[in-house]
């Protein structure tokens, strides 16, 4: 999880700090494209109920246009529907793009991934039924493509294009298919959307209410005041015309009418391949694969604190098999992602990867002390790659103290390096809503000013302690949280002297673990 960041996530870091200016980083709707595109299905299917009850197989673009002459219920409810469909494939589209630019795609989350590509795939198909259910231009234009790619595959009797020669009346049948479709698709959708978060523990589905209910306001609004245009009907007889198109799911009608039809079939898997494969593309080679999380079964004293704060479900509480009793946490490899959550989590510092444990970080703050000597007035900035936090420490020439995530960061981190001599410690995590590791700067928040385990002492002064949320893009704002902060430490040096004698906290921790004690958790 020390990677650097790539292009992709630096060219999104500046337009999320942008948007962070304009709605804050807890409303900033690109953190909640995910949540946005799952609240937005259930926005589809309130608003589908209501145009089903109104839909006609027999006349379907005449119904249809009752509908939308409905002035007070159909029209915007109609135009809803449409915009919200447009909305789903925009906020899936971001979704995507961001867990790509962070790295988050492979490994465990490989399932989530391409589950997330069947789900875009079946919301596509299910807004081309709903489309075609409308049986204007736009709907005959989509109609006479699916006819010619699937003519190609050999299992009709009769091709279906013949049914859009003008020949005849197109059969009620053929609109039934597409009803049922279109009404079969979501609970697909909703069987996939489980899939897709199986392996996350507690998935957020809903965006913060204020994204939810603005999202929801400013597509209304649109609704209302620009209804969606209902094209003229279909007619087979006039196939010349030119149609305006839906961008969001007929952007592959311009280049689809210039091939063959057979190519649909030798293109389509090929880029579905190529999606999918996107976990095992991007996955790290061997050699640069993090290490999954292990246990000291020996140091864990079964608090359960770990199972608790892991985002991935990737830990459990089994019998120990060394004869004492009580359970001891086991890491499910299989479903450990690496993110070093629960190195923060355990109190007695028995689990994180190999080389990145707790110990490790004490062994590491000793030695950054004793090489910067930070001094009464000095601030050390404590975050990861993925924050503004090395780059604002360059800037300003304050120290800086690398970790893989806020969330890795035992707590004990923070007393030594002030026991050591620092006068404050600024603690930068990403924004809340789009931590790499889902919770780190949540869980952080908690354990340094909370009381969640494993906790910050009740020994240390609070006052010298301050976490503040800054993704890479947001350096102005992170530098005046370092200048105000700096000077709250050099009033308070001034105030009260240089500090504290320095502390052996893994001894401290382990005189006060009793092996055979019945397990608590508490350390001190």
């Known amino acids: 999880m020390s990677d650097e960041p790539r292009a992709s996530y630096r060219a999104l870091a500046r337009l999320d700090a942008w948007l962070n200016r304009v709605y804050t980083s807890r409303h900033n709707p690109l953190y909640h494209s995910g949540a946005i595109a799952a609240a937005l299905l259930v926005v589809l299917i309130a608003t589908g109920i209501y145009l089903l009850l109104f839909y006609r197989i027999g006349a379907p673009h005449a119904s249809v246009s009752r509908i939308g002459a409905q002035p007070w219920t159909g029209r915007w409810i109609r135009s809803l529907h449409r915009f919200a469909s447009d909305a789903v494939i925009v906020a899936t589209a971001v979704h995507a793009f961001r867990m790509y630019a962070q790295r988050r795609t492979w490994g465990p989350r490989a399932l989530a991934w391409v589950s997330g590509v069947f789900l875009l795939g079946a919301f596509l198909a299910c807004g081309w039924t709903g489309y075609v259910l409308v049986w204007d231009a736009h709907a005959q234009l989509l109609a006479i493509q699916g006819a010619r790619f699937l003519d190609v595959l050999p299992i009709f009797g009769e091709p279906i294009g013949r049914s859009f020669v003008g020949e005849r009346p197109v059969p009620s049948a053929f609109f039934f298919v597409n009803l049922f479709a279109h009404i079969a698709l ?46 003229p009907a279909a007619d087979l007889l006039r196939t010349g015309d030119r149609v305006p198109l839906d961008w969001f799911f007929g952007f592959w009608l311009p280049v689809a009418q210039r091939l063959p039809a057979w190519s649909a079939w030798a293109l389509g898997p090929l880029v579905v391949g190529l999606c999918v494969a996107v976990p095992w593309l991007t996955r790290p080679k061997r050699a640069r694969l993090p290490a999954p999380a292990t246990v000291n079964e020996r140091a864990c004293t079964g608090c359960e604190q770990c199972v608790r704060d892991c985002p991935y479900e990737a830990i459990e509480m089994v019998p120990r098999a060394d004869g004492r009793a009580g359970l001891v946490a086991r890491v499910k490899i299989e479903l450990c992602t690496s993110c070093g959550i629960c190195i923060g989590s355990c109190p007695p510092m028995a689990i994180g990867p190999l080389g990145v444990t707790a110990r490790d970080q004490i062994a590491e703050v000793r030695a950054f002390v004793a090489d910067r000597k930070p001094g009464s007035r000095d601030v050390v900035i404590v975050g990861c790659a993925w924050s503004a936090a090395r780059a604002e420490a360059e800037r300003c020439g304050a120290a800086y103290l690398g970790v893989p995530c806020v969330g890795a960061m035992h707590s004990s981190t923070v007393e030594l390096l002030l026991r050591g001599g620092a006068g404050g410690v600024l603690v930068v995590g990403c924004a809340e809503h789009d931590g790499r590791t889902r919770e780190g700067v949540t869980w952080t928040a908690a354990r340094l000013f909370g009381g969640r385990k494993a906790e910050l002492k009740a020994r240390v002064d609070r006052n010298r302690v301050r976490l503040v949320q800054a993704s890479l893009g947001e350096g102005v704002a992170l530098h005046e949280a370092v200048r105000a902060f700096a000077d709250q430490i050099g009033a308070l040096a001034a105030r009260q002297g240089d500090g504290e004698p320095e502390v052996d906290l893994v001894a401290l921790c382990r005189a006060r673990r009793i092996a055979d004690a019945e397990p608590t958790g508490e350390v001190a």
Not at 203 to 222: C, D, E, I, K, Y
């Open 186 to 231: 979501p609970i697909g959708l909703g069987v996939l959307l489980w899939v897709h978060v199986a392996r996350v523990a507690r998935a957020v589905l809903l965006p913060a209410r204020g994204v939810l209910w603005g999202s929801l306001a400013a597509l209304t609004l649109l609704a209302v005041l620009w209804p969606a245009p209902l094209l």
